[in-house]
């Protein structure tokens, strides 16, 4: 039965979309649950929403119009919240609202028919395209290089950004290039579980990797096989029921998580 799938075109992208964004989840959404910055995520995927609205309107790729306003938000809240006194929630929440709104407004300025927004708000793995393969393979390439180079740095980083200041490391160049590298990945995330529920499958497969050790490189190989086993068990189910393969990943994820940490309690 599986090899009767793999005779569809669309189940090989959806297929290598598991394994490549399985890998982005797990360095970046490691990263993100050290750093404590899953709010500020959940920010930058929703005003990517507004590039996606650009892009319907001037008819590019809406991919490349989200991977543009999810860099400048992730950026200009970094950026704002250095400078000014503003509690980081409120930014957070004004840039998700008014990315919010942008999206909706160029979508209503487009013209003919409006298009069905459902798979970037929820994802569908199902209708990955060629060029979003070959997009995520650059990001992923990207990510995994980034992280490898500079992967002592993260390590003091995300221990004590105060304490690695002292010591001489560039701080703000690697918190810049953490929001790069967050924004990169949440756009990657759009088309496979959507804007409402990226979070989760950035926190989700990390958040049990701690339970099973504290080492920040194991972390990420333990998130990233726990992304795959998602994406793949999910993109099954929801091919042989019918249903939303977005939340089915996010389902299975969350219920493996309940599961683990039933049993870490035991």
Known sequence: MIDGLFKYTFIQNAFIASVLVSIICGIIGTI???????????????????????????GIEPIIGALIFSIGASLGIAHINRSTKTNSDALVGMFWAIGMAMGILFIGLTPGYPPDMTSYLFGDILTVSKLSIRIMILVTIIITSVVVVFFNYWKAYLFDDEFSKTLGIRTLFLENLIFILIALAIVMLIKVVGIILVIALLTIPPAIAKFLTYNLK???????????????????????FNIPSGATIIIIAGLTFFLFSSFRKL
């Open 32 to 58: 993100i649950v050290e750093k404590k910055l899953v709010m500020m995520s959940g920010g930058i995927a929703h005003t990517s929403f507004g590039g996606i609205g650009l892009g319907y309107f001037l």
């Open 218 to 240: 194991t972390i990420m190989i333990i998130s990233i096989a726990f992304g795959m086993l998602f994406c793949i068990l999910g993109l099954y189910v929801s091919y042989q």
